[in-house]
């Protein structure tokens, strides 16, 4: 028989079991579970209107997985409807709406609610969420859990290098906000960042008729055709992790398609990057080059030196005149965007102050009783999050059925146990391709620190929290 959760006599009615943060995949993941456990008392808060989390905020043209679909759902909700091997962002979104559905979570949902601080109380053992209301009004949430699902890929990153943005008389939207009241037919139209949303949202803009397209470039990224499932996948963490033998077969491969479909040597040459296959994420894309050479395109390889009224200029003096300015400048992927304080007023931003880490991705000292999904390094680029999502939802329901079979009110991992699990990471993590590819990545801090990746194949890591480890956490009795 299924363990199940139950509430105390001693649950006052003005606190929730759980707090969950996020109608993501991890919100509705974790959402899921507690029902099936028999724990109702839980409200998920979400900042945006609907469920979806990343595959609700980002809808701009192309948007789509680069995981394939059949791996990039919950294995215990599997979807054989799937159009498209690798899942648009409308369908993701809409498997997501079947699976609140399903398990009856709009009841639990909190929509237009953005948390904007937490603080953990020693004297009651819960926790206290703030949050403002569409309205602008403030309302709080006590509970004993706190899981926070609000994802990396949530809020966009604009440039805070770049002068002149503010003085831009013309239309601008960023890929994780997209605008669908603007007008691309016969504009001018600038996208600036080449990494995931830029390579997908670019062909998609050439379609529109526009009458030029100039794509700013930073630094070129190693490009897959579409095309397997998951081993192969996993196998490539042998090239990442290991950096064996395998890495040079992918980088001569994808320097053959290259080759192949831009003839031109100097576009080539423009788009060859410097660094290793891997140590940036893998964009997935067949239709990226052939747009590039479009008569009407541009690849723009010189920095931005300022934006203008009506143009943008870039370092080697050239002036671009555009009407329209697309950001793809990726997310605020090390920001957690509330304050959490812990016990004794302890801040995460102050813990996090030299460089971010938690203990298996989801636990630091000091902040009882809170959870992370998809915290620190627990990313890769070569396989399903949806994967590493499950094995922090197991690891989380086996420490809230411990804390209830044990007659437990607060679970915070010792301060010994969390440096010595980082030691041990940043150690492995040295060797990998994301630190010795010769490439900086969103997946370091401003020090150099990996903080984005698990350095392993996923399913070792699936094992590592099969167990709730209780004897690594400091405990308090009820």
């Not at 709406?97 to 237009?112: G, P, Q, S, T, V």
Request: aromatic letters at 14%; hydrophobic letters at 35%.
């Amino acid at each position: 028989m299924k363990r199940k959760l139950v509430l105390t006599k001693d649950d006052r009615d003005d606190e929730y079991y759980a707090v969950i943060i996020g109608a993501g995949f991890s919100g509705i993941g974790i959402g899921i579970k507690l029902h099936e456990a028999g724990m109702y008392k839980y409200v998920i808060l979400e900042r945006l209107s609907h469920i979806g989390g990343t595959w609700y905020a980002n809808q701009y043209p192309g948007c789509a997985c680069d995981i394939p679909s059949n791996l990039y759902s919950f294995s215990f909700e599997p979807n054989s409807q799937w159009s498209y091997f690798y899942g648009r962002q409308q369908e993701i979104a809409e498997y997501m709406e079947h699976c609140a559905d399903k398990y009856d979570l709009r009841r639990h949902i909190e929509f237009n609610t953005t948390v904007i601080r937490c603080d953990w109380l020693d004297e009651r053992q819960v926790w206290r969420v703030t949050t403002r209301l569409k309205n602008d009004q403030e309302k709080q949430f006590f509970c004993r859990i706190l899981i926070s699902g609000n994802g990396p890929l949530s809020n966009g990153a604009y440039p805070t290098n770049i002068p002149g943005i503010d003085k831009f008389q013309g239309r601008m939207c960023h890929t994780a906000e997209w605008d669908k009241s603007i007008d691309f037919i016969n504009k001018r139209v600038a996208v600036v960042g080449t990494g995931s949303s830029g390579v997908q949202v670019v062909p998609e803009l050439y379609k529109m008729n526009v009458s030029k397209l100039y794509v700013f470039q930073r630094t070129p990224a190693w490009k897959f055709n579409r095309g397997i499932i998951y081993w192969i996948y996993e196998s490539t963490a042998l090239s990442f992790t290991y950096r064996l033998p395998i890495r040079h077969i992918c980088q001569e491969l994808v320097n053959y398609n290259l080759t192949r479909q831009v003839k031109d040597k100097e576009l080539r040459k423009e788009l060859t990057p410097s660094f290793d296959v891997g140590c940036k994420r893998i964009l997935i894309s067949n239709d990226w080059y052939p747009t590039l050479q479009k008569p009407n395109v541009l690849l723009v390889t010189s920095r931005i030196r300022e934006v203008t009224s009506n143009s943008i200029i870039t370092q080697d003096g050239n002036e671009y005149p555009v009407d329209i300015i697309v950001w793809s400048t990726g997310f605020q992927v090390h920001k957690i965007p509330f304050e959490i304080f812990g016990s004794n007023g302890f801040s995460l931003s102050k813990l996090w102050a030299e460089t971010i880490q938690a203990y298996r991705g989801m636990t630091m000292p000091n902040f009882p009783n809170l959870f992370l999904i998809l915290g620190p390094n627990v990313s890769f680029g070569y396989n399903t999050t949806i994967f590493m999502i499950e094995a922090q939802l197991n690891y989380i329901m086996e420490a809230l059925l411990f804390m209830q079979e044990s007659d437990v009110s607060s679970i915070s991992i010792k301060q010994n146990v969390f440096e010595q699990y980082n030691q041990q990471l940043q150690s492995k993590l040295k060797n990998t391709v994301w630190q010795l590819g010769s490439c900086r990545s969103y997946y370091q801090d401003a020090h150099g620190n990996n903080i984005g990746n698990w350095p392993d194949f996923t399913w070792i890591y699936y094992l590592f929290m099969r167990n709730f480890d209780h004897k690594n956490y400091q405990i308090t009795k009820m």
